[in-house]
C-alpha cells in the first residue's frame, strides 16, 4: 500500500466478516493497482475516490435485506 494515499486506508477489509471481505477485496486490489501504476492527479484521485464509492455500494448490496 502507498503510504502516501491516504484514501487506500478505506479500501482495507481486515475489518470485514469473510464474506465481506470476499466482496472488498478485489476493490483495494484495483486501488492499489491504480495508486502504483498511475501519475498521481486530480484524475487518479476521482478514479479512487468513485472505486471507493463502488466498492461500498458492492458491501451495502452483500447487506441488503431486501
Same mark, same amino acid.
Do not use: C, W
Given at each position: 500500500?502507498?503510504?502516501t494515499?491516504?484514501?487506500?486506508q478505506?479500501?482495507?477489509?481486515?475489518?470485514?466478516?469473510?464474506?465481506?471481505?470476499?466482496v472488498?477485496?478485489?476493490f483495494?486490489?484495483?486501488?492499489?493497482?491504480i495508486? !502504483?501504476?498511475?501519475?498521481?492527479?486530480t484524475?487518479?484521485t476521482? !478514479?479512487?475516490r468513485?472505486?471507493?464509492? !463502488?466498492k461500498d455500494?458492492a458491501?451495502? !448490496?452483500k447487506l441488503?435485506?431486501?
Amino acid at each position: 500500500m502507498e503510504s502516501t494515499e491516504p484514501i487506500l486506508q478505506f479500501f482495507s477489509s481486515a475489518h470485514l466478516s469473510r464474506d465481506l471481505q470476499l466482496v472488498a477485496e478485489p476493490f483495494q486490489a484495483l486501488a492499489n493497482r491504480i495508486a !502504483a501504476e498511475l501519475p498521481r492527479n486530480t484524475e487518479r484521485t476521482v !478514479a479512487l475516490r468513485k472505486l471507493l464509492e !463502488a466498492k461500498d455500494a458492492a458491501i451495502r !448490496a452483500k447487506l441488503y435485506a431486501g
